[in-house]
């Protein structure tokens, strides 16, 4: 019998995994890197696969990946399918178990990521939307029953959940996104269909049509757009390789990168955002650059430190993404210019009336929104316990290197 490992595809629709197999094992892997609350986001959404893959007479096997050569000896398994890996770890992998590779959750197969994103959509047509309602095998054997975590999520796991939010944010949220999506705080500023897009629990080119379906509009198609800079980041991970992960001028890090880790820099902005992801697992594409371009800039800190811890926290972790737009704001990706964003200007300009900061920094809350975004702040304004800044390169930026945003 053959085996299905689902990583980067965990679902039941629209899964090219499945396509002409009546009968298997299927399988998931964790991990080798992730904090405790993503590690129970994916228990979650393995939890809800399962409940539905046994309710078709189909189940699901999950190990730790030094189990996984054991399991397929043990089980006697003839072949084992995965979706194709993009990044070197898991085309190493895939080589080593000898894989049958099914697509990836890409909209389109190979193509040439190496110049800019917009040479790269240029060089796009309509995406290819696989017709694929192939069923999940039957798994003979009974695996053994995955437990709930305790605790709730920001976001509600699972396949269902996953297409309600899809479906919520085209028909409510969509039309006005390219004037929301810069915001800081709470769930409907953008789509947040990462969480599901990140292990597949949503089929992108479901997502695609979906959206495509909307009335035209500049929310949507501005949407649309960041789908293709997702597929952009796939292309050009798979394209780099090893090279992709290369180190930057910096390969230092000290205590700055604890603090910065922790939510205690000492500028609101970072360690507001730093404290939500700790506390969430997810933060905002905003918030994700200024504090990406706060450790490689400001801190001088090694990008793969942040890249790294990332990694680790974000409930929507995907390898393409996370260190395709990390090497870019650090000038060693797709753009040779690093993106400096200037943190004292994004946090007025995006946190008028810092309610963000305050939501994650109680300790701010009775410090009007003026003075918690007149930084550097005199040492008498900073609340007791409130961290001292940690450092900023350059309170007033000069227009030299990084481009500045
Ligand atoms: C330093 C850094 C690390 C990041 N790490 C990840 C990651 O691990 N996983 C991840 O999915 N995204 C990552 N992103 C991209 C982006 O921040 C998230 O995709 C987005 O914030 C997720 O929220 P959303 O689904 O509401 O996005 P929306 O704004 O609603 O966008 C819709 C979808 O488009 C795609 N998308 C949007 N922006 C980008 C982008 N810049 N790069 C690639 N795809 C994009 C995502 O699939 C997203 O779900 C990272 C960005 C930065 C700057």
Not at 347 to 359: G, L, M
Request: charged share 20%; with cysteine.
């Amino acid at each position: 019998m053959q085996g299905i490992l689902l990583n980067g595809q965990l679902r039941l629709h629209r899964n090219p995994l499945f396509e002409n197999i009546d009968e298997a094992m299927l399988l998931w892997c964790w991990p080798t890197r992730l904090s405790a609350l993503r590690r129970a986001w994916l228990q979650a959404n393995l939890c809800k696969i399962q409940e539905a893959l046994r309710a078709r007479g189909s189940d699901i096997f999950v190990l730790e990946p030094e189990a996984l050569p054991a399991f397929i000896r043990e089980h006697q398994l003839s072949a084992l399918r995965m979706a194709s890996p993009v990044a070197p770890e898991e085309k190493a992998l895939a080589k080593a178990l000898g894989a049958e590779l099914a697509p990836a959750n890409r909209l389109f197969d190979h193509r040439e990521a190496k110049g800019s994103f917009s040479q790269f959509r240029k060089s796009l047509k309509a995406p290819s939307m696989g017709r694929l309602n192939a069923l999940p095998p039957t798994t003979p054997i009974k695996a053994p029953t995955l437990t709930l975590p305790p605790g709730a999520f920001r976001f509600d796991p699972g396949e269902d959940a996953a297409n309600e939010r899809l479906l919520y944010f085209r028909d409510q949220l969509l039309a006005d996104y390219h004037q929301s999506r810069n915001g800081l705080l709470g769930n409907s500023f953008s789509s947040q269909l990462s969480v599901y897009l990140g292990e597949g629990i949503l089929a992108i080119d479901h997502v695609w049509q979906c959206l495509h379906s909307a009335p035209t509009g500049q929310g949507r198609d501005k949407l649309l757009d960041e789908l293709l800079w997702r597929e952009f980041f796939q292309h050009w991970l798979a394209q780099q390789g090893a090279k992709a992960f290369a180190p930057h001028a910096s390969t230092q890090t000290d205590e700055r990168l604890l603090a910065w880790q922790q939510g205690h820099t000492g500028l609101p902005l970072v360690d507001a955002a730093m404290r939500e992801l700790l506390a969430t697992g997810y933060i905002s594409n905003r918030a994700r650059q200024n504090v990406a371009s706060f450790l490689v800039h400001d801190l001088k800190q090694d990008w793969r430190a942040g890249a790294d811890w990332f990694e680790r926290q974000l409930l929507d972790y995907d390898v393409a993404a996370n260190w395709g737009n990390w090497a870019y704001i650090a000038g060693l990706g797709a753009s040779t210019r690093p993106i400096y964003f200037d943190v004292a200007w994004q946090s007025r300009q995006h946190d008028r009336e810092a309610s963000y900061i305050k939501a994650w920094l109680p300790e701010l809350g009775l410090l009007p929104a003026d003075t918690i975004h007149n930084l550097p702040w005199l040492p008498e304004q900073r609340p007791e316990g409130y961290p001292a800044p940690v450092g900023m390169a350059d309170w007033g930026f000069k227009a030299s290197d990084p481009k500045r945003v």
